[in-house]
């Protein structure tokens, strides 16, 4: 649930990340803050776009999809994959193991609440900028900012979100608002954490990372009566805070200068010198308590090999090959790093259910021998 509400809040940016408002860089990214351009101006260079999805739109859906940020998911993915986690890591703890088609039914419920949230949450902040984006180079040219959607429509166009997103919420058990409540804390705190310290990421992986928990109780499993489950729950939590300040550190290289040049504080101005050394730590720690989850949650070898395993192999690799000095290059290891790292995680959490899924069977028939005897 708190994924839904953090991708609502006006701060939660097109690229779901420290605030920006852009996904893919451009030549235009460090370029100075241009005078107030003309309507005409702005409208007539503007350029339907002529391949990938956006294309094959009718013409009135376009601005939508692009006010959404349809064409730039990698948001969407860094804010599922939390969730997918959690629910993987869940699934052999509920009692009885939570069923395949329960797994996929879950999975594809959180998937859907951070397309539509996340969304939601671009059209609110181009409704809060829509008087300063036409001054800048890099979003005059956004639905709102050049006239393609009035502020009336995209209200409504929210509002129709945020409808769709509470429609998904509710398939989840009722447990899942109470644990989702608490992250509205870190929700309404996040906005101001940029201006008044150089660690906003700290406080965005706080937020961003909150789905790690909310895959327990979306299994029916209750986090305050099961210890094995809150401690798992916790150290999976740490553990995606951890990765989240590391690859967001990563992305903030991408705009170090227009951030010194606007005050914007992060922790990449902040350790310009040593970032590696920062990245390097962070990856220990998400490697570590990652692997303290799996313990706690009784994981097996499938687990430690294939999750841990592949986040030592993907973040050793994209530390050491990332220019921190292009932008192209941290846009680059942003974006697949998503898949590489979180991709590799699911994927052992994944085996480990299904090893543990199929040894139900076994197990269930050699507790009922030992009752016999």
Same mark, same amino acid.
């Given at each position: 649930?708190?994924?839904?509400?953090?991708?609502? =809040?006006?701060?939660?940016?097109?690229?779901?990340?420290?605030?920006?408002? =852009?996904?893919?860089?451009?030549?235009?990214?460090?370029?100075?803050?241009?005078?107030?351009?003309?309507?005409?101006?702005?409208?007539?260079?503007?350029?339907?776009?002529?391949?990938?999805?956006?294309?094959?739109?009718?013409?009135?859906?376009?601005?939508?999809?692009?006010? *959404?940020?349809?064409?730039?998911?990698?948001?969407?993915?860094?804010?599922?994959?939390?969730?997918?986690?959690?629910?993987?890591?869940?699934?052999?703890?509920?009692?009885?193991?939570?069923?395949?088609?329960?797994?996929?039914?879950?999975?594809?419920?959180?998937?859907?609440?951070?397309?539509?949230?996340?969304?939601?949450?671009?059209?609110?902040?181009?409704?809060?900028?829509?008087?300063?984006?036409?001054?800048?180079?890099?979003?005059?040219?956004?639905?709102?900012?050049?006239?393609? *959607?009035?502020?009336?429509?995209?209200?409504?166009?929210?509002?129709?979100?945020?409808?769709?997103?509470?429609?998904?919420?509710?398939?989840?058990?009722?447990?899942?608002?109470?644990?989702?409540?608490?992250?509205?804390?870190?929700?309404?705190?996040?906005?101001?954490?940029?201006?008044?310290?150089?660690?906003?990421?700290?406080?965005?992986?706080?937020?961003?990372?909150?789905?790690?928990?909310?895959?327990?109780?979306?299994?029916?499993?209750?986090?305050?009566?099961?210890?094995?489950?809150?401690?798992?729950?916790?150290?999976?939590?740490?553990?995606?805070?951890?990765?989240?300040?590391?690859?967001?550190?990563?992305?903030? =290289?991408?705009?170090?200068?227009?951030?010194?040049?606007?005050?914007?504080?992060?922790?990449?101005?902040? =350790?310009?010198?040593?970032?590696?050394?920062?990245?390097?730590?962070?990856?220990?720690?998400?490697?570590?308590?990652?692997?303290?989850?799996?313990?706690?949650?009784?994981?097996?070898?499938?687990?430690?090999?294939?999750?841990?395993?592949?986040?030592?192999?993907?973040?050793?690799?994209?530390?050491?090959?990332?220019?921190?000095?292009?932008?192209?290059?941290?846009?680059?290891?942003?974006?697949?790093?998503?898949?590489?790292?979180?991709?590799?995680?699911?994927?052992?959490?994944?085996?480990?259910?299904?090893?543990?899924?199929?040894?139900?069977?076994?197990?269930?028939?050699?507790?009922?021998?030992?009752?016999?005897?």
């Amino acid at each position: 649930m708190s994924k839904f509400l953090l991708a609502s =809040h006006p701060s939660y940016l097109d690229r779901s990340l420290v605030g920006r408002t =852009h996904l893919q860089p451009s030549s235009q990214d460090s370029a100075p803050i241009p005078r107030a351009p003309a309507a005409s101006t702005t409208t007539s260079t503007y350029a339907p776009p002529m391949s990938g999805l956006l294309s094959i739109l009718p013409s009135c859906w376009i601005p939508y999809a692009e006010l *959404i940020r349809l064409d730039k998911p990698t948001g969407t993915y860094y804010l599922f994959f939390p969730c997918l986690f959690s629910t993987l890591l869940a699934a052999p703890l509920a009692a009885p193991i939570a069923p395949l088609s329960t797994v996929l039914t879950t999975t594809i419920l959180f998937l859907t609440g951070a397309l539509v949230m996340r969304g939601a949450g671009c059209t609110i902040n181009d409704l809060w900028d829509r008087n300063l984006d036409p001054y800048v180079s890099r979003t005059r040219l956004r639905p709102i900012a050049r006239g393609a *959607i009035s502020p009336q429509k995209a209200i409504i166009f929210t509002g129709a979100q945020l409808l769709t997103g509470l429609a998904v919420l509710l398939q989840f058990p009722t447990s899942c608002l109470y644990y989702g409540i608490p992250s509205l804390l870190l929700v309404g705190t996040y906005p101001l954490a940029k201006r008044i310290t150089h660690y906003p990421q700290c406080i965005l992986g706080l937020t961003f990372s909150w789905g790690a928990i909310m895959g327990f109780p979306a299994l029916g499993i209750d986090l305050l009566s099961n210890t094995a489950a809150i401690t798992a729950a916790s150290y999976l939590y740490a553990s995606n805070v951890a990765w989240t300040v590391l690859y967001d550190m990563i992305y903030a =290289h991408m705009d170090i200068k227009d951030d010194q040049a606007a005050g914007i504080k992060s922790i990449a101005l902040r =350790h310009e010198t040593n970032t590696k050394a920062i990245l390097s730590g962070l990856a220990v720690a998400q490697i570590g308590l990652l692997a303290t989850a799996g313990v706690a949650a009784g994981a097996g070898p499938v687990f430690f090999v294939g999750s841990c395993g592949s986040a030592a192999l993907t973040l050793g690799w994209t530390i050491t090959r990332v220019n921190l000095k292009d932008v192209r290059d941290c846009w680059w290891w942003f974006r697949y790093g998503c898949w590489f790292t979180g991709g590799g995680i699911a994927t052992g959490l994944f085996g480990d259910y299904l090893a543990r899924l199929l040894g139900e069977p076994r197990r269930m028939r050699h507790e009922a021998g030992g009752e016999q005897d």
